[in-house]
C-alpha cells in the first residue's frame, strides 16, 4: 500500500525559505511522476512541480528560479525547496506520486507566507 506523508510546511515571512519533504513507503523509483501541488480553499489543486522517472523536471511558471525540487530514491523522498515565499505561495501542498493511470495522495501540508 503506498503511503506518502508530508512534512516542513509552516509560517515563514515574505522572502523567507521553507524546505517541503515527502517520505514515501514504497521506493519512488517505482512512480512514472512524483510531484507537488498547491491548493486554496474553493480553488482547484495546481501543479507546482513534478519531475519523472528518468529525473525531468517541470515548474509552474511562478514557481521558476525560486523553488526547486529534488528526490533522494536511496530514502524514498521527495523534496521542495522553496525560497523567495511570497503571501501568493500560501496554500495547502501535497505530494503527488502517479503509477500508470493512478495518482497516490499525501495528506498535505499548510504553507503560511505572511508577516
Known amino acids: 500500500q503506498v503511503q506518502l506523508v508530508e512534512s516542513g510546511g509552516g509560517l515563514v515571512q515574505p522572502g523567507g525559505s521553507l524546505r517541503l519533504a515527502c517520505a514515501s513507503s514504497?521506493?519512488?523509483?517505482?512512480?512514472?511522476?512524483m510531484g507537488w501541488y498547491r491548493q486554496l480553499p474553493g480553488k482547484q489543486r495546481e501543479l507546482v512541480a513534478d519531475?519523472?522517472?528518468?529525473?525531468?523536471?517541470t515548474y509552474v511558471d511562478s514557481a521558476k528560479g525560486r523553488f526547486a525540487i529534488a528526490r533522494d530514491i536511496a530514502k524514498n523522498m521527495l523534496y521542495l525547496q522553496m525560497d523567495s515565499l511570497k503571501p501568493d505561495d500560501t496554500a495547502v501542498y501535497y505530494c503527488?506520486?502517479?503509477?500508470?493511470?493512478?495518482?497516490?495522495w499525501g495528506q498535505g501540508t499548510q504553507v503560511s507566507v505572511s508577516s
Open positions: 503527488s506520486a502517479k503509477m500508470g493511470f493512478y495518482t497516490h
Open positions: 514504497v521506493s519512488i523509483f517505482s512512480f512514472d511522476t
Open positions: 519531475i519523472s522517472r528518468t529525473g525531468t523536471t
